[in-house]
């Protein structure tokens, strides 16, 4: 039976509202309020899971987003699943499943377990010293180790929720609404500045709300009640939005700030649906107040981590604000004042206490007094050497500390107890800040790293700041406020503070054990397993910084990213190493403060919305008639239509044949398409192509290349002269908006002088291409007002003409090599364009082609298609397309890079034709080309690039760029395949008509 | 992410933008004139310093216009904006 460890009513959990939930199949009962770690607590569950290496039982350790024991799966094998949700922040809402990770068959009994009991043999570096030989096993190990790395179940179906993002733009922000936040809040927006209050919680008042010790006033006013005053007050403030439940992920540069605010978490699954999940709040605020608290420190000693051992301050947020006590008989461990003001809390609420064990020899203080008064028994200048019980703590063992703190002496006294809470002082919350790219310093006298540069319009304020007790906050934050808001008064000026801390700490990063360091276990970071021991043993190994320590020993690389250890990793390697802990700085904090789901990333920018999806004004036609699609950049293209359940190649094989043979259709809006005007507008073409331009007749077309300033092919297409001072380029699809930015470039930062306009014209024109020996007589019907003889209509030439009544422009270019015309037209009547010429091809067999075919009958041709044959390391030479260069021009753009030292060299990479032995038998693209097979080791001549069967030719053509290729002509080479050879012959890369009678037919 | 203030928009979010490397290298006038070696200087020479650098940047989702910073690489900030052509400031 399990016991009820609820203590007494709190007002922040709501004793009417009775909530079941169900942790590893059972069905337990919390109350509205509870988070799950509040609810298990009080039903005295303190196993929650096992930890990562060596399976420890571990349990809930803290009361907030700082956990890394108790992390667990929601709703396990549904959708909704998630893993590593801290049961110390989920709140409980009804039907809410739970189960421990990282353990199986279960928490309680674990096989994983046995991990612990070989963890003499698991050291630092483990994996990596293990695995390294014999190399070739790597393979066989890596399954094992993927299958036993990570924490938790992924979902495997699609998330059901929705999440979203949102710009928010603030005068102010404050992150955390704590004592100090709260005051900021009612300052900033008092003062008429647009505030937003985030903190992660669902509550307001930090550590504060919960704080109801005699010993801290304000005003007189024991200083939860004063806050809740305040706290009632700004929510009546107009320009001051609060957001609870809203964690700061990450601090950027100029004010930049991520949040996520979380909306339905903590609501029963059905009523969830049709809500946000997540929001990800993206958030621009011209000033940025920092109050995002402390963490408290653990201990470090030996076998700290077992179920029941607890921060301090967790056990007296569990009382106080849950109201569950954490045990029966509980211990704390102390080397601050910190844990008696937890001692006094759990004795006004008739929690038994059955000691104090504090590191610090002569202290007195007023809350040490109050607790002694209390009959409770302090240790003084004494520290716990070991703890006992498997899967409870359930007794601690203490000794004398020496004066020097290095050695336990004098006799071992045990104590039993159920739980243990420890306290090692606080560590400023300093994430968010370090990852604006703040610059922090290291206070000595309380071992701190607080806040000293910003690096924007910022500042940090109450605990973060290191400012820890209630008077220094009231006495420093509305200084500080008035500094940094231009203030001449806040409300905050003249309070009455009572606050009984004392300050002085003893702080030691590993507390001494009666037992050599190799035979204990003092974890550093719980979640990884990572002990003092292994931190020295990575020292000894040779590891001197403090990035390189992290990495070996996995230090700080789990989900909570070590918020609780870190410090003491530091301050062990500065110990050890005899370095000054400012010299050795922090590993660097990087966003998220705390994890975020894929979901709140991603936004609403999931399925269809994932990216822009463009689509031709012909498109639903190609959908009607069923064509195949590809995506080509953001565009998706027809592919092939297959007929009659073909498969691809089938299709592809007869809509080449068909093309060559009578009549072929290709939908070509896609090309880029650039609107060239201006005076100079030749000139400009002259510089940017590698040809000549200025003798381009009104109405005739060219086709160009354009080179990089390194030489190397960058597009190509056909450019046609409309008018005087006026062309129309048309760029590869891929290469629109880069062709047109690099024009732009030049335009405006190398030639301003240029009278030169460039628009994109891409989307408002349809290409409709009609190409094959019928194409003229399909046109000549859609066209009948058009001269189309080959005088009046030249191969390369252009014409305005008329379909109906609207205008259009027709030009007579192939990318084929059979006779063609490309019809432009307003985007909105190229589908009716395109039925037209479909109309009138009937009698022709008119037969739509998609890209494939394309891309078949290009290369029967030889032309490249840039980025298929080019890649970023081809010039117009290696291409063998001297011709397309010119001589006489004194400058293009990568002319000079034509005869750099590398560039003329005779055996870069050259494309070629290549010719199989059997032709049958074709080519894979990307395939390796070599010319030795014997030579070890074999050296590679290049790659095949384009590959098909060419219907028309009956023989498998390919393209590919061999090493001095050009000079290979009639050479056989070989193409070595994972079961076989394959001989091809070099060749030139035309197949077809090379004398171009079909262009001209 | 920086906050641009574009001479010709105005203030507006870095994801409108796009860096174009070093700014003031001048294409030379007479590239045929050039050894190898000067052509390379000009073609793939860049500074890459920690502190006060010169740079290009375009309004690609915006005017389209390319023009010149002065940012501190070490902290972000950008000490000035000026449009192509105009003299980069002296300071």
Known sequence: M???????????????????????????????????????????????????????????????????????????????????????????????????????????????????????????????????????????????????????????????????????????????????????????????????????????????????????????????????????????????????????????????????????????????????????????????????????????????????????????????????????????????????????????KGINIEAIIDNREDIDSKLIKETEKNNIKVYKGYTVVDTSGYKRINKVSIMQLSKDGQKAIGPKISISCDCLGISGGWTPAVHLFTQSGGKLKFRDEDQVFIPNIYPSDQISIGSCNGDFTLDEILSTVPKTLKEFLNLKKTDYEDLEIKSSFNKSKRNIWLLPSDKVIGKTKPFVDYQNDATAKDIKLALREGFRSIEHVKRYTTTGMGTDQGKLGNMHALGIISETAGSKMSELGTTTFRPPYTPLTFGTIVGRNVGEYFDIIRKTPIHEWHV????????????????????????????????????????????????????????????????????????????????????????????????????????????????????????????????????????????????????????????????????????????????????????????????????????????????????????????????????????????????????????????????????????????????????RSDTIREDRKQLVGLLTENPEEVLEEGAQIVADIKKSPVEMLGHVTSSYYSPNLKKSIALGVVRGGKKMMGQKLIIPMENKQINVTVADPVFLDKENKRLNA | MFIINCPYCGEREQSEFKAGGEAHIIRPKQPTELSDDEWAEYLFMRKNVKGIQFERWVHTHGCRKWFNIVRDTSNDAIEAVYKMGEKPPTK
Request: glycine share 6%; net charge neutral; aromatic share 12%.
């Open chain 1, 2 to 348: 399990t016991k009820n460890l609820r203590v007494k009513t709190s007002k922040f959990i709501d004793e009417t509202y009775k909530i079941s939930f169900k942790f590893n199949g059972i069905t337990y009962y919390g109350y509205k309020g509870d988070t799950l770690a509040s609810a298990l607590l009080s039903n005295d569950i303190h196993l929650v899971g096992r930890s990562f290496k060596y399976h420890r039982p571990r349990g809930i350790m803290t009361a907030g987003s700082e956990e890394p024991n108790a992390i667990v799966q929601l709703h396990n094998n549904t959708p909704r699943t998630e893993p590593n949700v801290r049961a110390t922040e989920i709140e409980i809402y009804e039907g809410l499943e739970a189960s421990s990770q990282n353990c199986w068959p279960s928490v309680n009994f674990d096989i994983g377990g046995i991990n612990n009991f070989l963890s003499p043999v698991l050291p630092a570096g483990f994996y990596y010293k293990t695995f390294m030989w014999p190399a070739s096993f790597w393979e066989k190990y890596e399954y094992f180790i993927r299958k036993s790395a990570g924490l938790g179940k992924s979902p495997t179906e699609p998330d059901p929720d929705i999440y979203e993002h949102k710009y928010i733009h603030c005068d102010i922000l404050i992150i955390g609404a704590g004592i100090s936040g709260i005051i900021a809040a009612k300052t900033a927006a008092k003062n008429g500045y647009k505030t937003l209050l985030v903190d992660e919680k669902p509550y307001l008042g930090g550590s504060t709300i919960y704080q109801n010790s005699e010993h801290f006033k304000i005003n007189n006013q024991i200083s939860s009640s004063w806050l809740e005053k305040e706290i009632n007050e700004i929510k009546k403030i107009e320009n001051l939005e609060i957001k609870t439940r809203t964690s700061v992920a990450a601090y950027h540069g100029y004010n930049f700030l991520l949040a996520r605010e979380n909306m339905t978490d903590h609501m029963p699954l059905e009523q969830r649906n049709d809500k946000i999940r997540h929001r990800l709040l993206k958030i621009r605020a011209k000033k940025v107040i920092t109050a995002t608290g402390s963490l408290e420190r653990p201990l470090i000693f030996n076998n700290n981590d077992r179920p029941g051992i607890l921060l301090s301050s967790a056990i007296e947020k569990y009382a106080n604000f849950y109201g569950v006590a954490c045990g029966e008989k509980n211990i704390l461990f102390t080397n601050n004042d910190s844990a008696y003001e937890t001692a006094i809390s759990l004795y006004k």
């Open chain 1, 624 to 899: 009607a008639n069923k064509a195949e699609f590809e995506n080509v950049g953001q565009w998706k293209r027809a592919w092939y239509y297959p007929k009659n359940g073909e498969n691809m190649h089938d299709a592809v094989q007869r809509e080449s044949k068909a093309a060559r043979d009578s009549a072929g259709i290709l939908d070509a809006s896609t090309l880029g398409k650039i609107d060239i005007q201006g005076t100079d507008a030749s000139e400009f073409l002259n510089r940017v192509y590698t040809n000549a331009w200025s003798k381009l007749a009104i109405g005739k077309c060219r086709y160009g290349l354009m080179l990089n300033e390194d030489g190397m092919v960058y597009d190509d297409g056909v450019t046609t002269r409309l008018d005087e001072n006026h062309y129309i380029m048309t760029t590869t699809t891929g290469g629109a908006a880069t062709v047109l930015g690099k024009l732009e470039d030049y335009l405006q930062t190398e030639w301003p002088e240029l009278d030169v306009y460039l628009t994109s014209v891409t989307d408002h024109y349809a290409t409709v291409s009609v190409c094959g020996p019928n194409s003229k007589k399909i046109i000549s019907q859609v066209i009948p007002d058009l001269d189309f003889s080959d005088e009046n209509f030249p191969h390369m030439s252009f014409k305005n003409a008329k379909i109906d009544k609207i205008k259009c422009r027709v030009m007579r270019i192939s990318f084929t090599g059979e006779h063609s015309y490309e019809i432009n037209i307003q985007a909105n009547y190229g589908k009716s364009v395109w039925e037209k010429c479909m109309e009138a091809g009937k009698e022709f067999n008119i037969t739509p082609y998609g890209t494939e075919t394309m891309h078949l009958l290009r290369a029967e041709k030889g032309f490249i298609i840039v980025g298929q044959d080019t890649d970023a390391t081809m010039t117009p030479i290696d291409l063998q397309m001297d011709w397309i260069v010119s001589k006489k021009k004194y400058d293009f753009i990568g002319k000079r890079s034509l005869y």
